[in-house]
């Protein structure tokens, strides 16, 4: 995958507030909070052009939420749920989402560095121009999405569950993993590194001496 062909988000940066406690429904475009405390009393449906660096958001429900041109840094996002929400050109740097529920999502132009993203699931998930580069992704669920140049590299995916996506196209040669579940019709088109080839001979049954 051409990482050139993934669009950064757009950030036009005028604001900078930090250290404060702020309701999500006062978050500005076009701002840069840092070490803030996020709270909600009602919730809004779009947040464009902000970042978050070292922010603590005491908010567990995102869901139906559209995130266009956001980038989050070392921000601590376990446990949320981001369900039928929509990422666009959205950028997570060093964050954890272990524990995150991203069934039904549309995700495009969004990259994820360093993340700790164990236990998070990507069910029914539709995924076009993705980039999870190294961090972990070990024991998460990607079952019955739609992935499109979707690239995995020097990230730890032991234990993924691929059950019902079709993986035409999906490279991972780069990614570190001991066992994972897919189905082998589906797997046709899978790009994969000549030594973990054995690891997807043995989903067939076939016994390698």
């Given at each position: 995958?051409?990482?050139?062909?993934?669009?950064?988000?757009?950030?036009?940066?005028?604001?900078?507030?930090?250290?404060?406690?702020?309701?999500?429904?006062?978050?500005?475009?076009?701002?840069?909070?840092?070490?803030?405390?996020i709270?909600?009393?009602?919730?809004?449906?779009?947040?464009?052009?902000?970042?978050?660096?070292?922010?603590?958001?005491?908010?567990?429900?995102?869901?139906?939420?559209e995130?266009?041109?956001?980038?989050?840094?070392?921000?601590?996002?376990?446990?949320?749920?981001?369900?039928?929400?929509?990422?666009?050109?959205?950028?997570?740097?060093?964050?954890?989402?272990?524990?995150?529920?991203?069934?039904?999502?549309?995700?495009?132009?969004?990259?994820?560095?360093d993340?700790?993203?164990?236990?998070?699931?990507?069910?029914?998930?539709?995924?076009?121009?993705?980039?999870?580069?190294?961090?972990?992704?070990?024991?998460?669920?990607?079952?019955?999405?739609?992935?499109?140049?979707?690239?995995?590299?020097?990230?730890?995916?032991d234990?993924?569950d691929?059950?019902?996506?079709?993986?035409?196209?999906?490279?991972?040669?780069?990614?570190?993993?001991?066992?994972?579940?897919?189905?082998?019709?589906?797997?046709?088109?899978?790009?994969?590194?000549?030594?973990?080839?054995?690891?997807?001979?043995?989903?067939?049954?076939?016994?390698?001496?």
């Amino acid at each position: 995958m051409d990482m050139k062909k993934i669009v950064e988000p757009v950030q036009e940066i005028t604001e900078f507030i930090e250290n404060e406690e702020i309701y999500i429904e006062e978050i500005e475009s076009h701002t840069h909070y840092k070490n803030c405390r996020i709270e909600m009393r009602f919730g809004v449906k779009k947040i464009n052009e902000v970042k978050f660096e070292n922010c603590q958001f005491e908010i567990k429900d995102f869901n139906n939420m559209e995130f266009l041109d956001v980038v989050f840094i070392n921000c601590d996002l376990s446990n949320k749920d981001f369900s039928d929400s929509i990422l666009y050109r959205t950028r997570f740097e060093t964050c954890k989402l272990s524990g995150g529920n991203f069934i039904g999502t549309v995700l495009k132009n969004v990259q994820w560095f360093d993340c700790l993203l164990s236990y998070i699931n990507f069910s029914d998930t539709k995924m076009e121009n993705i980039l999870f580069s190294e961090g972990r992704l070990n024991e998460s669920y990607f079952q019955e999405a739609t992935l499109k140049k979707v690239h995995f590299k020097n990230i730890d995916m032991d234990e993924i569950d691929l059950k019902g996506t079709d993986l035409r196209g999906v490279d991972l040669s780069e990614a570190t993993f001991e066992t994972i579940s897919l189905d082998i019709p589906l797997a046709k088109g899978l790009i994969i590194d000549y030594s973990q080839a054995y690891k997807i001979i043995s989903l067939c049954g076939i016994v390698i001496k």
